[in-house]
């Protein structure tokens, strides 16, 4: 079972939109991925998705989730946060999509192949709660060993 570390776990958001040609709906995706820097391997990837009909009644779901390491508590409780709620959740990072579009795109803006690159290597307690965070393991301390008389 892998064993992640606080400070290796980052976060990558991305934005991406568009319109269902059959049914007319346009659909917004937001998609997170948690990764291992410390080997920079995908630990899940999970993607959020809001539909809005020619009425303007917008329905909730999931759409992709990728694990990497099924087993690990860790990961199963990241899985599980973004199911819980998914209106919830996708709304609350589509507030960091929002807030990143009201501020501005610049020249280090770029398309991923999720959508609009948000922002990569954040801090995993951006989206995720304490209660998960919590999960993953501390970096172990060098101490210097202390002299015996």
């Given at each position: 079972?892998?064993i992640?570390?606080?400070?290796?776990?980052?976060?990558?958001?991305y934005?991406a939109s568009?319109?269902?040609?059959d049914?007319?709906?346009?659909v917004a995706?937001?998609?997170?991925?948690?990764?291992?820097?410390?080997?920079?391997?995908?630990?899940?990837?999970?993607?959020?998705r809001?539909?809005t009909?020619?009425?303007?009644?917008q329905?909730f779901?999931m759409?992709?989730?990728?694990?990497?390491?099924?087993?690990?508590?860790?990961?199963?409780?990241?899985?599980e946060?973004?199911?819980?709620?998914?209106?919830?959740?996708?709304?609350?990072?589509?507030s960091?999509?929002?807030?990143?579009?009201e501020?501005?795109l610049?020249?280090?803006?770029?398309?991923?192949?999720?959508?609009?690159?948000?922002?990569?290597?954040?801090d995993a307690?951006?989206?995720?709660?304490?209660?998960i965070?919590?999960?993953l393991t501390e970096?172990?301390?060098?101490?210097?060993p202390?002299?015996?008389?």
């Amino acid at each position: 079972m892998p064993i992640f570390k606080k400070e290796n776990v980052k976060l990558d958001l991305y934005y991406a939109s568009g319109k269902h040609e059959d049914s007319g709906s346009k659909v917004a995706e937001v998609t997170v991925l948690v990764n291992n820097k410390e080997n920079n391997t995908e630990i899940i990837a999970v993607t959020l998705r809001r539909a809005t009909d020619k009425a303007r009644k917008q329905s909730f779901g999931m759409g992709a989730v990728r694990m990497e390491f099924g087993a690990d508590e860790f990961t199963n409780a990241v899985h599980e946060h973004f199911r819980s709620d998914v209106e919830k959740r996708f709304k609350e990072v589509m507030s960091e999509v929002m807030d990143f579009i009201e501020s501005g795109l610049d020249n280090s803006t770029w398309i991923g192949a999720f959508g609009l690159k948000i922002y990569t290597d954040a801090d995993a307690n951006v989206l995720l709660p304490d209660s998960i965070i919590n999960l993953l393991t501390e970096s172990e301390l060098v101490t210097e060993p202390t002299a015996t008389e």
